[in-house]
């Protein structure tokens, strides 16, 4: 579990160790002992350890949405699952990011700090599909959320709470959130052994006799 000291990763982690799941936490050092406390059988700290001393793992969940595909199809078994997490660049949320860039491009507000962290410029939705079937994934699902705009004000937020309820209908692919669920997919070898040849048996062609002795013809006058 990728991010299991943050918002959604507290809260996956809780919920797979109440279904029965041996948990592996990623997380920095200062939530090592939180993401513990879930009940998380081990806690990698990422600064200074990596998850390839811990291989291999049946589901990884990603909700940094920035780990690259790679390093995450290595660590899973055959047919294990992969579910990534992360901003939609097209969206109203990764509008209001880049806008951000560029105020600072600019050289205005640069002592402000991003509507989102560094970690929110995540790869768009259609292009990580991509990516995961040039690995060999097969992609079982997909789904958008949270439509409304990126407002800081509660009170805002609320006002346009109805766009969650009709964004899925109205403008799917805009949600400022997505997931994406992909399945390893491992080509299997099948030995066939060696391929015996039959040997044709050759025929005798028929022989052609031509008869070069010609009867005597009688005629008649």
């Not at 199809?73 to 294990?80: D, E, N």
């Not at 969650?164 to 099948?190: I, Q």
Request: glycine share 12%.
């Amino acid at each position: 579990m990728f991010g299991a000291g943050g918002g959604i990763g507290t809260f996956v982690v809780q919920l797979a160790v109440a279904l029965g799941a041996t948990v592996t936490g990623v997380c920095s050092t200062s939530k090592l002992e939180l993401v513990r406390s879930l009940g998380a059988e081990t806690v990698i700290d990422y600064t200074v350890d990596d998850i390839t001393g811990h291989l291999p793992f049946d589901v990884i969940i990603d909700t940094a949405g920035n780990r690259p595909l790679s390093l995450l199809r290595s660590a899973l078994t055959p047919q294990g699952r992969v579910v990534i997490v992360g901003f939609n660049p097209a969206s109203l949320w990764g509008l209001r990011q880049r806008a951000g860039h560029m105020r600072r491009g600019m050289g205005f507000g640069r002592e402000q700090s991003l509507y989102l962290p560094s970690g929110g410029d995540f790869l768009g939705y259609w292009r990580l599909r991509d990516w995961l079937r040039l690995l060999s994934f097969e992609v079982e699902a997909g789904r958008f959320g949270c439509w409304r705009p990126p407002l800081k004000s509660e009170v805002w937020l609320e006002r346009f709470a109805w766009m969650d309820s009709v964004g899925d209908r109205w403008w799917p692919v805009l949600g400022a959130v997505y997931f994406v669920v992909a399945v390893k997919r491992v080509r299997g070898m099948r030995l066939i052994g060696l391929v015996k040849k039959e040997r044709r048996k050759v025929q005798a062609a028929p022989a052609v006799v031509a008869n070069r002795q010609r009867e005597p013809v009688d005629m008649e006058w």
